[in-house]
Every structure is written in C-alpha cells, then in structure tokens.
C-alpha cells in the first residue's frame, strides 16, 4: 500500500474485554515495530519484527499484551483483560531495514478503556 | 541499553525567532540518531537523520541537527521559525548495526507564537 495502515482508528472499549488492533505495513518492509503514545510519555516502544526472526518483545508492559506478525506482513496487537491505563494512541510503524533506513508510521489507533 | 533524554517538555517561541530543542542520548556504542515531527492530529513522519559521515544534517523546511558525539548530544536548531512549525518533536535513537529497537524520547512541544 501507500502507507501503514492501522485499523480500526478508534476504539473504545469496556475495561476487562479483549483488543485487537490491526497494522498493514508498507509492502515490502521488513521490520515492523509497535509503540504507545501516552500524553506527557512520549514514544513507549512495544515490539519489534525483523524477517523471519524472533520478535524483540522487551518492551512489552505485561503478559496482557501480545502481537504477531503473519506472513511477514500484517501484524495484530493484542491487549487482554483492558485495563484503564492502556488507554493511549498505539502507533505502528515499518522500515526496510530497522536503523538504517526510515521508519513510517500509521496514523495510529486511540484506545479508550471505560 | 540505548536511552534519550529530551530536556525541555514544552518550547513557547515567538515567530521568527531562533530555537533549539535540546537532545542528549546514552549508549556505549555507535549510534544512528534521528528527530520525528508530529504536526497537530497527524502521524509522525521523519524530520532528519544521522547515519555517517558530515555531523550536520539538515532538513527541507530548514531545521538542522548537529551531533555531538562528546557531549552525546543532537540537538535541533532553526535560525528562523514559522508558525508552521507548532508540533511535537521527538529524538531518536537506535545502535548502529545492532539489533535494537528505535528508542524515543518523551517529546518537545514547540509552540510558535505570531
């Protein structure tokens, strides 16, 4: 595609139910990284794909968190169990090669927890 | 571990002006060092980089960076800022070479007041 696309652009959501946030990455990118955007807390980095290696998952807040990436392409995040607290802007970006190259972002998912 | 320390959280200058937004970084090793810009509800999108070579780099709207590799700095200057400008700037930081993640910094909000 032109762009990263996340879907859906907003969700809101009852605390205790499960998340599932969408991210297309620009065709041909290999590395795929989530963060969270928190007012006042900047870019929280999630989880990064690279290829065919194992994910680098150290930024993941708690076992309620969890993404996978399918066929080196679309990836999922998932949030079980909402929380209030995760409510923030998840924002998904790709690049071709991670530190090298530029990383595009999404325009992001704002996450509401009620 | 690779971090970033973005100085000032909230940067009010008048149009015209000069400005720096101030970014200092820690690692142990070679790094590759970028700056993000957020425009008001849009995504981010990369402003500048340094991978190699020259310690200044600049941007088409007029922004620079120099890195300083003594004082792990690469802070962001304009001689002459437009209202234009008004965003959310971030620093970044990843290991040159390595298998890390893009680390951020908590932001700058620049404010250019007419």
């Known amino acids: 595609g032109a762009g990263v696309s996340q879907s859906p652009s907003n969700k809101v959501t009852e605390k205790g139910k499960d998340v599932e946030l969408r991210c297309d990455p620009i065709?041909?990118?290999?590395?795929l990284y989530w963060y969270r955007q928190s007012l006042g807390q900047g870019l929280e980095f999630l989880i990064y794909?690279?290829?065919?290696?194992?994910?680098?998952k150290s930024g993941l807040p708690s076992d309620r968190f969890s993404a996978e990436r399918t066929g080196g392409s679309v990836s999922t995040l998932t949030i079980q169990r909402t929380q209030q607290e995760d409510s923030a802007v998840y924002l998904c970006?790709?690049?071709?090669?991670?530190?090298?190259?530029?990383?595009?972002f999404g325009q992001g998912t704002r996450l509401t927890v009620v | 571990a690779q971090s970033v320390t973005q100085l000032d959280s909230q940067v009010p200058v008048f149009e015209e002006a000069p400005v720096e937004l101030r970014c200092n970084y820690s690692?142990?090793?070679?790094?590759?060092l970028f700056w993000y810009v957020q425009y008001p509800n849009q995504g981010l999108q990369l402003l500048l980089k340094?991978?190699?070579?020259?310690?200044l780099v600049e941007s088409i709207n007029g922004f620079e960076a120099e890195f300083n590799k003594s004082q792990t700095s690469f802070h962001l200057r304009k001689p002459s800022v437009h209202i234009s400008d008004t965003a959310e700037y971030f620093c970044?930081?990843?290991?040159?070479?390595?298998?890390?993640?893009?680390?951020f910094g908590k932001g700058t909000r620049l404010s250019v007041i007419a």
């Open positions: 970006a790709s690049s071709f090669h991670r530190g090298t190259a530029e990383a595009f």
């Open positions: 065709s041909g990118h290999t590395a």
């Open positions: 794909f690279q290829g065919n290696s194992a994910p680098d």
């Open positions: 690692s142990s090793v070679s790094v590759y």
């Open positions: 340094y991978l190699s070579g020259s310690t």
């Open positions: 970044a930081v990843t290991l040159r070479g390595g298998n890390t993640p893009l680390v």
